[in-house]
DNA sequence: AATATAGTGTGTATTTTTTACACTAAGTAA
DNA sequence: TTACTTAGTGTAAAAAATACACACTATATT
């Protein structure tokens, strides 16, 4: 986040890639800017680091900050650092990427100040980002493409219950590509860090489908083992 | 690297993993302190970010100046950035690794002013370094076992002409474990991008070996395509 | 010249994993 | 009761991974 510009020599950010999932489509959390440079242009959501905060704090702040939102799963993937991607000064960023669930019981909180709105826009139709934001995302779209194949991150996208279904439509939207049903199933499966529910999907006009929990403890013991799609 | 704190609020600097092989054992290069904090510890070389060159540049420079060596792959991998890792300010450091051959042809430039020296030292047997820089270190291994299997970067780390029992000690190395001979060259040449050359091994006292090189452009054509050990 | 030594280089059978593919079952809505 | 929509399941074929042992060749030694 880029907005205010102490006069400093260098100045240290943390911008984020907020990936949510409403059971459709995936979406990035963007801001509508309110202030010189790019007024007007879209941008990710992000912020200086704080003296007294470790990276990770600094990140989780920021998110908390943006949308109410406290425990997801976030982590570091990249940072960027030309000397000309800010036009007033040099700031280096750090991205950070989360995935959150979206829709549902909690609605997220408005944003703050800096910008004029936020939303939640759809990843197959973006607008021209502001500064090398476009970059950004594209670096972190190409890790959580990576990292899903190896980590069980997909889960954050999705209700604490769900379906096989809902679980496999979140692998081919990040991947990208459709999968077949009956792999998918069977390799999922077989990983171990689901369980199944006695219960069933509701509201829904045709036949409802077993729900699913991740399971936690069943995949802290396969720590060390590569899982891979 | 933080033997320099100018009066700032923050300070921004590159470290570097440098590992070496020298066709027996994995190294790394450290440097002895000279100064406070941790006068007479090892350190994990590194240099602050001049204002005017990107991350990647300044990487560069920085290897350059501790080593004399260019045009060598490196890669930043991690940010870190606890507000008491260094016990007398703020400072961000973003790790990078790089992957040498040692050896053979050229030696290595002095390193400069502000270490008494700088030395190899095999992996297996390090010495308690200063700063947090068992953690950047750790981290940077883990990075590299994992890149290990599906990037070309062993090469790196063998002269350019190299045997297929070489490379395999390198994998072994990284891996930490042993592999099967006629497995791994099955593996390594289906991926073809090794080139085999009308030239033997010399100097051995025993059935001298056929020689291979890495073949980039072959890579270059591969890309997209994952390769995985 | 014969022999010892040390690393090179190769093939196959078995197991495991991946892929391709289509129908019946269950629940809801009309 | 029928039509509709998604859930849920198995198998055969192909590909990839693994386990495993011996003959070859260049040099050094006597």
Same mark, same amino acid.
């Given at each position: 986040m880029e907005q205010i510009l102490p006069h400093l020599d260098s100045v240290f950010s943390i911008d984020c890639v907020l990936f949510g999932f409403d059971g459709k489509e995936l979406k990035i959390l963007l801001i509508e800017r309110n =202030?010189? !440079?790019?007024?007007d242009w879209w941008a990710l959501p992000g912020n200086i680091v704080g003296p007294d905060e470790s990276l990770d704090q600094s990140a989780s702040r920021i998110l908390y900050e943006l949308?109410? *939102?406290?425990g997801i799963f976030m982590e570091q993937y990249y940072a960027f650092g030309? !000397? +000309?991607? +800010?036009p007033q000064g040099r700031v280096i960023t750090l991205a950070y990427y989360a995935l959150i669930r979206l829709g549902g019981d909690k609605e997220l909180r408005p944003i703050s100040t800096y910008a004029k709105r936020a939303n939640w826009l759809p990843i197959t139709d973006l607008p021209k980002l502001a500064f090398d934001h476009q970059k950004i995302y594209d670096k972190g779209l190409e890790k959580i493409k990576r990292r899903i194949k190896h980590q !069980?991150?997909?889960?954050? *996208? *999705? !209700? =604490?219950k769900f379906t096989l279904t809902q679980l496999q439509h979140v692998y081919e939207l990040v991947l990208g590509k459709k999968l077949d049903k009956r792999n998918f199933r069977k390799k999922i499966v077989s990983f171990g860090v689901l369980k199944e529910l006695d219960e069933k999907q509701k509201g829904v006009s045709y036949r409802a489908a077993t729900l699913y929990r991740f399971d936690k403890r069943k995949y802290a013991k396969l720590f060390g083992k590569e899982i891979s799609f």
């Open positions: =202030e010189e !440079p790019f007024k949308t109410g *939102l406290r030309d !000397p +000309h991607r +800010h !069980p991150i997909a889960f954050e *996208l *999705l !209700p =604490e």
